[in-house]
C-alpha cells in the first residue's frame, strides 16, 4: 500500500526530476519561434506543488493528493503545465476519502485524471501529452497486477513506449526528429515518482537561487504599506471544509473585522487572506467551517518598518464586486500596458511568449478588478487555459475568458466593447467577432533550425507570422516587415497598427514604418506605436 507520506514524497521527486531535465525538454519544442516553453512551464507548475507539499502536515493519500492538485492549479502556467494540473486534479479525485491507495485506486485515480483532462480540452490532439497518460492509464486499468510499485513501473514503461510512438501519429514531430515535448515532461514526473516508490528516497533538488516564497510574500507586504496602516496582522489560513456552510458568510464576517479579504471556496478547502486587528477572530470565524491548517499571521507594521527599502513586485489587494464591468488583459512592454490601461483595463497580468503567467497570476488580477463581470484577455494561445482555469476558483463574481491569441485581438475586443449593453453574452459575442476579424502578423527570430510546415528555418533568422502561422524567413527586419504587411493587407483591409519592440530602436521603426507605407496602397492609415514588447520586434495589426 502506498501511504501518504510516500505519496507526498513521490510528488516531490517528480517535481525534482522535471527540474533537473527541463531544458532537454524544453528543446523538444518543434515550432521555432521562442516560446514559454514546455519542460519550464510544466517544471514550474509541479514546483508549486511540492513546494506546498513540503510544509504541509497531509498525512492520507487522499489529503497528499488534494494538497498537490490544489496548488498545481493555481501554479498551472501554460498548456501543458494546466493538463498536468488536470490530470492530478483527477487523481486526486480517485484517492478521496483513502488513508492508503493499493494497486486498484491507483489505477482508477490514473483513469480519472485521464478522463478529467481530456474532458477540458475542445480538441484534444493525439500524440501529446494526453495520449501519453491515456496510454499509460489504460494499461493500469487492464493490469491485474496487485504490487503498487510493480505497476507504477508498470506505468512509467507503458508511458515510455507511449512517447516514443508519438511521432508516428504526429508528423512534424517526425519531421523533426524528436519526441512529443509534453509528453515526455510527464514521463519524467512518473519517474521521478516511480524513484521514490521503489527506494523510498526523495531525488534531490537543485539549488535554489530565487527567494523563497515566504521571502517574497514578506517583502511583497512589507512594500505595499503606506505610511498609514489600518490594519496591523495579515492573517492567512485553509480552512478543511467539514461542512456545508456558505463561504459567502465567511467573506462578509471578514470583511466586517478588516481588508483585503480573499476568500476562495475550492472543493475541500476554502483559502484565507485578510489583513486584520483581531486575527483572533479570523481564524475562530473560519473553525465554524471546518479545521484550520497553514495559519500564517504577520505584523505588517514591524515588516514595513523594517523592510522599507525593499520594492519587490507588489501584490494585488482584492476588491469589492462594485462597477458592473472590469477588464484584465495579459501583457508585455510599456507601450502595449498602457494601450489596454487607456481602453479600459483594471490590471495587466505581466506575460507574454516567453513568460506565461500562471492561473494564481491571472486570479489575484481577477480578484483584485472591482467588478461583477471580469472580462479576461489571455492574448496569447498557450495563456488561455491557465485563464480559464480561475473560472471555478472565483464565486462572488463572474468571470468571462475571451479566446485571444494575439495583443491586436485582445485590443479590438476591447474596443468592441459596449458598456451600455446589459446583456454580457451579447457583449462576449460582439468582442469575439472583432477580435476575429482583425488579422495579425508579427516578426521574431528563430529560437532553434527547424524544418518546419514547409520552411527550412535557421536559428537567428528573421521569422515572419501570419495569424500565428509561420509564413516567410528573411534576414533584414525592415524588407520583413513591408513583405509581412503586403500579405495581411487584403482589398478590404483600412488600418495598420505597427507595434515596435524593446529591441527596435526609433531610427529603424520609422524606417519600418516607411517601407510598410511604400507595399500598402495610399489608402490605408497606417499608426506607429512603440509597444516595447520582448521576443517580437514587430507586432501588427490589419483591419
Request: hydrophobic share 40%.
Amino acid at each position: 500500500m502506498i501511504n501518504g507520506a510516500l505519496l507526498r514524497d513521490a510528488f516531490i521527486s517528480g517535481a525534482h526530476n522535471i527540474s533537473k531535465n527541463r531544458q532537454a525538454v524544453d528543446r523538444l519544442n518543434v515550432f521555432p519561434v521562442p516560446d514559454g516553453d514546455t519542460g519550464t512551464n510544466m517544471s514550474m507548475t509541479i514546483d508549486s506543488a511540492a513546494k506546498e507539499l513540503e510544509r504541509s502536515s497531509a498525512s492520507t493519500v487522499s489529503e497528499v493528493s488534494a494538497t498537490a492538485a490544489t496548488a498545481l492549479l493555481r501554479g498551472a502556467r501554460g498548456n501543458s503545465g494546466v493538463i498536468l494540473s488536470l490530470l492530478f486534479r483527477g487523481f486526486s479525485k480517485g484517492l478521496k476519502g483513502k488513508e492508503e491507495a493499493n494497486a486498484r485506486d491507483i489505477a482508477e485515480a490514473l483513469k480519472i485524471g485521464v478522463e478529467t483532462a481530456y474532458k477540458a480540452v475542445m480538441k484534444p490532439t493525439e500524440g501529446t501529452i494526453l495520449t501519453v497518460a491515456r496510454l499509460a492509464a489504460e494499461y493500469a486499468v487492464a493490469s491485474e497486477e496487485t504490487d503498487e510499485v510493480k505497476l507504477w513501473a508498470g506505468i512509467c514503461a507503458k508511458a515510455k513506449e507511449a512517447l516514443d510512438d508519438t511521432p508516428n501519429i504526429l508528423p512534424v514531430l517526425k519531421k523533426a526528429g524528436v519526441v512529443d515535448a509534453g509528453g515526455k515532461g510527464l514521463l519524467c514526473i512518473f519517474e521521478g515518482m516511480k524513484h521514490t516508490f521503489e527506494t523510498g528516497e526523495v531525488i534531490e533538488g537543485e539549488a535554489v537561487t530565487e527567494a523563497s516564497e515566504e521571502e517574497e510574500e514578506y517583502n511583497a507586504a512589507a512594500a505595499d504599506l503606506g505610511e498609514e496602516i489600518t490594519f496591523t496582522y495579515c492573517t492567512e489560513f485553509i480552512v478543511m471544509k467539514e461542512n456545508s456552510s456558505d463561504p459567502l458568510s465567511l467573506r462578509a464576517y471578514l470583511e466586517s473585522i478588516g481588508d483585503s479579504v480573499v476568500v476562495v471556496d475550492d472543493d475541500d478547502i476554502i483559502k484565507v487572506h485578510v489583513h486584520t486587528n483581531n486575527p483572533g477572530n479570523a481564524l475562530q470565524e473560519g473553525l465554524k467551517f471546518g479545521s484550520l491548517t497553514k495559519m500564517k499571521i504577520e505584523n505588517m507594521r514591524e515588516q514595513h518598518n523594517g523592510q522599507k527599502t525593499a520594492q519587490p513586485k507588489k501584490k494585488l489587494s482584492a476588491a469589492e464586486p462594485t462597477e458592473e464591468y472590469g477588464f484584465v488583459s495579459v501583457a508585455a512592454g510599456e507601450g502595449i500596458e498602457n494601450l489596454f490601461r487607456e481602453l479600459g483595463a483594471n490590471h495587466i497580468v505581466s506575460g507574454g511568449q516567453t513568460m506565461n503567467p500562471s492561473t494564481e497570476d491571472i486570479l489575484e488580477a481577477v480578484m483584485a478588478t472591482p467588478a461583477k463581470v471580469v472580462f479576461v484577455l489571455p492574448n496569447n494561445k498557450n495563456i488561455i487555459m491557465a485563464a480559464e482555469q480561475t473560472i471555478s476558483l472565483v464565486s462572488d463574481r463572474k468571470v468571462c475568458v475571451l479566446p485571444t491569441k494575439t495583443i491586436p485581438q485582445g485590443i479590438s475586443a476591447m474596443l468592441a466593447f459596449n458598456p451600455e449593453e446589459e446583456n454580457v453574452d451579447r457583449n462576449l459575442l460582439d468582442m469575439s467577432k472583432a477580435a476575429e476579424n482583425v488579422a495579425t502578423g508579427q516578426i521574431t527570430f528563430a529560437a532553434r533550425d527547424s524544418d518546419y510546415d514547409g520552411h527550412r528555418i535557421k536559428k537567428g533568422e528573421m521569422l515572419g507570422l501570419e495569424n500565428g502561422k509561420v509564413a516567410f524567413t528573411e534576414k533584414e527586419l525592415i524588407k520583413a516587415s513591408g513583405r509581412l504587411a503586403k500579405d495581411l493587407y487584403k482589398k478590404d483591409s483600412s488600418f495598420v497598427t505597427i507595434f515596435y519592440g524593446e529591441d527596435v530602436s526609433e531610427e529603424d521603426a520609422v524606417k519600418i514604418e516607411a517601407e510598410v507605407k511604400a507595399k500598402l496602397p495610399e489608402s490605408a492609415e497606417i499608426t506607429l506605436v512603440s509597444g516595447g514588447q520582448p521576443v517580437y520586434y514587430v507586432i501588427m495589426s490589419v483591419e
